[in-house]
């Protein structure tokens, strides 16, 4: 029976969940195998390469990449998947035919959480604001484009460039993603116009995680309508600053648990070709 060695790279990542998850799903599918934590500094290339290099010899069997790999690792694989390749971002590595694959569970995994939070209400041609515009809302741009939402990206000013180059990279891949996109600067003044006729905001900056920065990245000076709700990709801790602030301005809210594990076993899937149903994950 194979054994599978499995993991995750990110940094820093000692708050994880995964091994839990992973170590729920190999025992539910029958499976041998563990999941261990590689934490690799964000400019260390040469670490990168030298765990990918596990994956080709066949000593580990699959890798999940977080913030702040999922783009760095793209020049290293040798072929991306179809959703890793327009989403701009690896989420999952696998071996395959001797080839290193990157693909991208983040969006149907975000897809199929977010109608717990949503429930089953039309919401094609509605408003999302996102804040933030690295890999995770590469994901989640693609997963709302493909539902038909209209979306703002608001950033920093020091991220204005890579939002930008996120919504250029969608329009190349579908002129009619252009008239769905755009962009803004993430402070009150920016933000207040755009509030009335949003139906979802997603935060997928780190601002809020227990191991990155407390606080939240929402303005201090500007009020919560209570015409949306929040989701929180963040889920540790389970209630960000974000979501205990809109909770007062009754937004139903949700954080990124439900993301994590339903991407989780879209990656088990890929590695191992078992199906774990997310009800079967009960996480302590």
């Given at each position: ?162 939002a930008k180059t996120l919504i250029k990279d969608y329009e190349t891949h579908n002129a009619q993603y252009a008239a769905k996109l755009s962009n803004i600067e993430l402070k009150a003044e920016s933000l207040s116009p755009h509030l009335p006729t949003l139906s979802l905001i997603v935060n997928t ?80």
């Amino acid at each position: 029976m194979t054994f599978y060695n499995l993991g995750l790279i990110g940094y820093p990542i000692s708050a994880s969940v995964s091994p839990q998850i992973h170590s729920a799903a190999l025992k539910e599918a029958g499976l041998k195998g563990e999941y261990k934590l590689y934490p690799i500094a964000p400019d260390d290339i040469q670490g990168l390469k030298d765990l990918l290099a596990k994956v080709r010899s066949g000593e580990l069997q699959g890798l999940n990449v977080t913030i702040p790999h999922k783009q760095n690792v793209i020049p290293l694989m040798d072929e991306l998947s179809d959703t890793a390749k327009i989403i701009g971002a690896v989420n999952t590595i696998v071996l395959k035919d001797s080839k290193l694959i990157g693909d991208n569970t983040d969006a149907p995994g975000f897809s199929n959480d977010l109608q717990n939070l949503l429930g089953q209400k039309e919401l094609r041609n509605q408003n999302a604001l996102i804040l933030g515009s690295g890999g995770a809302a590469r994901a989640v741009t693609y997963a709302l484009l493909n539902t038909g939402w209209h979306i703002t990206i608001a950033t920093r000013h020091a991220d204005i460039k890579q939002a930008k180059t996120l919504i250029k990279d969608y329009e190349t891949h579908n002129a009619q993603y252009a008239a769905k996109l755009s962009n803004i600067e993430l402070k009150a003044e920016s933000l207040s116009p755009h509030l009335p006729t949003l139906s979802l905001i997603v935060n997928t900056t780190p601002v809020g995680m227990k191991s990155h920065h407390a606080g939240t990245p929402w303005p201090k000076t500007l009020p919560f309508l209570d015409n949306a709700a929040l989701y929180d990709l963040i889920y540790t801790p389970t209630k960000t600053q974000l979501m205990k602030d809109a909770a007062q301005t009754k937004l139903p809210t949700r954080n990124g648990l439900g993301m994590l594990i339903g991407q989780a076993l879209l990656s088990f899937e890929i590695w191992t070709g078992k199906k774990v149903p997310v009800e079967k994950i009960a996480l302590e």
